[in-house]
């Protein structure tokens, strides 16, 4: 079995790939002014970006995690969420309301996805 650490750093990798499964970390937004909606589309993008550096894409995605810093802005995180995922291809997810370590952060997703 072969481990291979993307991004790797003293306290975690931003993704490991093994077993033909990619584990992302929690992605963050950098846009912290922005409200929950632009911030969701930040977060995707750079998932999109890291996917792609790891041999994957949106379509391959197996499960997500969602954390909101409160719940009021689930809908704007699904107005984000229900514009990015490739129809057909929704993953397993979970989303739940949780203290992020940034208060401006309104939300860090983490998902796991298949290589192509």
């Known amino acids: 079995m072969t481990i291979q ?3 790797p750093a003293a ?3 931003e993704a490991v790939i093994v077993n033909g499964l990619i584990f992302c970390a929690g992605m963050v937004p950098e846009t912290t002014s922005a409200d929950a909606t632009l911030q969701t589309e930040n977060v995707l993008a750079q998932v999109d970006a890291l996917l792609a550096q790891c041999g994957s894409d949106k379509t391959k995605l197996v499960d997500a995690t ?3 810093a409160d719940m ?3 809908p704007a995180m699904n107005l984000a969420w229900d514009n990015w995922v ?3 291809c929704a993953p397993a997810r979970a ?5 992020l370590a940034d208060p401006s952060w309104k939300i860090e997703i ?3 996805a298949a290589q192509n």
């Open 5 to 7: 650490r993307i991004l």
């Open 110 to 112: 983490k998902i796991v």
């Open 66 to 68: 969602i954390y909101l």
């Open 95 to 99: 989303t739940v309301q949780a203290a």
């Open 11 to 13: 306290r975690y990798s």
């Open 86 to 88: 490739a129809a057909g």
């Open 72 to 74: 009021a802005d689930y």
